[in-house]
């Protein structure tokens, strides 16, 4: 944990000597824990945002080969690379495990805080129920019993239960593992890419028929694989060194996810004779066979289970530090920030898990796109926070500071809020309702949650090792009025 004292001095960390600690651990306790380094870091972001070109097959069937490259080489300008500045700028001003919940609580006070950290959660255990039931989607081919019924129920619960311990193990070891993952699923689209060089016609790229385009499908496929850098964020109080780290890892993030897309798509589309609709999830492994036979097909298939369970422990533990970095906040119950000997948050594991595998047997389709509106609208408030801070606060320390002023940071939302526009936009009535009722719990737990607090019923508290936003902000207003 890594404790700042208010002045601006973040960066040579000055120890607190006397906290008086009632029963959270002694900071000896948690100082015990690894921090995460760089290049673990760099893969819980590639598997947050990414995890390899699985599921960018769609775009080539929406739009054609053309639109498609265009699309992963314009479009992280547009949209991943103010959302990861965002997250370096933001992220290095409050390391602190929470994220972009604390971020929207400085600037929007604690009950838009609390709408970010529960829509996000939920957004987060939403997609997290989606990967046990992919990895069995790629398995099924090889193994009928698991298309259905008790062995599917089984095995989704079984997988659960591995990974939600890993994720109790420890930070490093997910990292680490992510890693090891990385590389077994990136590895077999670098074979296939040398493969296909003889094979290549570059005049296979160019091909684009406007007439024929399906823009909804295109955009999706184009936003969900480019999203989520803020997710690391909630991992900020776990990393080793942030203010220089983060930043550093968010930047080769965006490049090592941009490759991951832009090669596989070149190589499948330029060694192959195009047939648009074959071009769905799960085609590349089709590619795999016709340019490497069976061998590199069954790697291509390994890698996309593999990728599914990184992109799980990845998205679990951002979750669950999320639930942690709330309670120090006072924002949960105390019993969230407890932490177990591993220095991972127990019933924040246990909450996220539960949530997906109760998630896991509903039906799919409408839950997803729910999750996408609400993933959206805790993007805007993310942009408002951002922007907010810069106006309210200019002078506040920022490690990592966007090379532009108050109108450039406005400029720089105003793309991906039109994105995210147009995404709503073509969402349908049903989502909207699901997604309006999701919204309603929120606005509904936070005034319990405070009666909760004030009743005694649940015991509350800020941890102590953490700088004061209210004093931060009181600090602010007195030099404005002096």
Sequence with gaps: ?????????????????????????????????????????????????????????????????????????????????????????????????????????????????????????????????????????????????????????????????????????????VGWAAVLMGVFSILPFAVMGLISIPQLEPSRWLVMDLGNVNWNLYLNTLFWNLNYWDSISTLAGEVENPNQTLPKALYYGVILVALSYIFPLLSGTGAIPLERELWTDGYFSDVAKALGGAWLRWWVQAAAATSNMGMFLAEMSSDSFQLLGMAERGMLPDFFAKRSRYGTPLLGILFSASGVVLLSWLSFQEIVAAENLLYCVGMILEFIAFVRMRMKHPAASRPY?????????????????????????LSSLKVAAVSFVMLIIGFVMHPCLNHMDRKRWLKFSISSDLPDLQQETRECQETLIR
């Design 401 to 425: 500071k966007i090379p532009i002023g108050t109108v450039g940071s406005i400029l720089m939302c105003v793309p991906p809020t039109l994105l995210i526009c147009a995404v709503v936009a």
């Design 1 to 173: 944990m890594s404790h700042h004292n208010n002045n601006n001095n973040n960066n040579n960390e000055v120890p607190y000597t006397s906290v008086v600690d009632d029963e959270t651990p002694s900071p000896k306790a948690t100082d015990k824990i690894r921090k995460v380094s760089m290049l673990p870091l760099i893969f819980l972001i590639f598997y947050e945002v990414s995890g390899g070109p699985f599921g960018v097959e769609d775009s080539v069937n929406a739009a054609g080969p053309l639109l498609a490259l265009l699309g992963f080489i314009i479009f992280p300008f547009v949209w991943s690379i103010p959302e990861a500045l965002i997250t370096a700028e933001m992220g290095t001003m409050f390391p602190e495990n929470g994220g972009y919940v604390v971020w929207v609580s400085s600037a929007l006070g604690p009950f838009w805080g609390f709408q970010q950290g529960w829509m996000k959660w939920l957004s987060g255990v939403i997609d997290n129920a989606l990967y046990p039931v992919l990895f069995l989607d790629y398995l099924k081919s090889g193994v009928p019993a698991l298309g259905s019924g008790l062995p599917r129920v089984a095995a989704i619960l079984v997988l659960t239960l591995m990974l939600t311990y890993l994720n109790y193990r420890g930070l490093t070891i």
